[in-house]
């Protein structure tokens, strides 16, 4: 992951990559999401208005939030794995990257929503109508219950390495922590086992991210 998230890359060539990998992680997920969803691909396919208006809320709204939702935890994996900017305490990058994706994720698509309205006609043109249609859209992404959630899991792909990361980190620093925990965290013998063990921790603190992001999302249809 270095090799293509380092802070001594070109700004451009960081983009790029960022871009490339948020592409990637879409691309099997809307594909899932639309085999899931009864009679979508036919819909899709038979009806020229409604393909081009999936591609372009793709384009418009799925591809910036997920590009950047991992553009910043990229940047943050790129910085907790400089060497030469250490950072002193990586827990602290999880307090910066859980309230940064909550925050982004919410606020980009209520933006997206109204800039939508304004330029395409979208919610009636209404802007009131399309900041109205936020929370609800969003409480339901979690449980991949509509293509929000595809974006959602989409930004697994830049949370998985840098909360790895942080993971082995605290954990390196921490030899007493290590020591007594490595059973519960250790599911297979060996250095697959240390392995295994991150992953499910990270995987835990993605779902953490998801309930509270959803849990925003209630309190915006509470509010409202």
């Given at each position: ?25 879409l691309a099997p997920l809307l594909l899932f999401y639309i085999a899931l969803t ?107 219950g509509n293509i929000s959630g595809v974006y959602l899991y989409a930004t697994l ?68």
């Amino acid at each position: 992951m270095t090799r293509f998230f380092n802070l001594d890359m070109p700004f451009w060539r960081f983009v790029g990559n960022t871009l490339i990998v948020s592409c990637l992680s879409l691309a099997p997920l809307l594909l899932f999401y639309i085999a899931l969803t009864p009679g979508f691909m036919t819909m899709l396919l038979e009806n020229g208005p409604a393909l081009s208006r999936f591609l372009r809320q793709v384009i418009t709204n799925g591809l910036p939030v997920v590009f950047v939702v991992n553009y910043i935890s990229f940047f943050l994996y790129a910085l907790m794995t400089d060497g030469r900017r250490a950072v002193r305490s990586p827990a602290l990058i999880l307090l910066i990257d859980l309230p940064a994706r909550i925050i982004v994720f919410v606020a980009l698509h209520g933006l997206i929503y109204v800039l939508s309205a304004d330029w395409f006609g979208s919610f009636g043109g209404d802007r009131l109508q399309a900041l109205a249609v936020v929370g609800p859209t969003l409480v339901r992404s979690a449980l991949f219950g509509n293509i929000s959630g595809v974006y959602l899991y989409a930004t697994l792909v830049s949370a998985m390495p840098l909360y790895t990361a942080v993971i082995e980190r605290v954990l390196d620093e921490s030899p007493g922590l290590l020591a007594s925990q490595r059973r519960r965290l250790q599911v297979l013998p060996g250095e697959a086992g240390k392995v295994v063990g991150r992953v499910v921790i990270a995987l835990f603190l993605f779902a953490i991210y998801a309930l509270l992001m959803t849990g925003l999302a209630a309190l915006i249809v509470w509010l409202v």
